[in-house]
């Protein structure tokens, strides 16, 4: 739960296959830099939502399926 990017890639030099049993983190993001085109209230964010996924022998399992999602669901937790 502390490491970040555990493990090899590859093994003798052929990619890696999903097992049942591994965690990845989908991480999709969107980082607006200063200096762009745009609104400047906008500059210097970055929006990451992440998602935590076991691997299972038929596909997968969310773990972060509970979290809130929408604005409305963001907003009440905070």
Request: glycine share 12%; hydrophobic share 40%.
């Amino acid at each position: 739960m502390d490491v970040h990017d555990v493990g090899d890639y590859k093994v003798d030099d052929k990619w890696r296959l999903l097992e049942p049993g591994m965690v990845l983190t989908v991480e999709p993001g969107l980082y607006i830099p200063s200096g762009i085109r745009g609104a400047r209230r906008w500059w210097g964010i970055g929006v990451r939502i992440e998602d935590d996924l076991a691997v299972t022998k038929d596909g997968y399992e969310l773990l972060t399926k509970g979290l809130p999602r929408t604005v409305d669901e963001i907003e009440a937790v905070m």
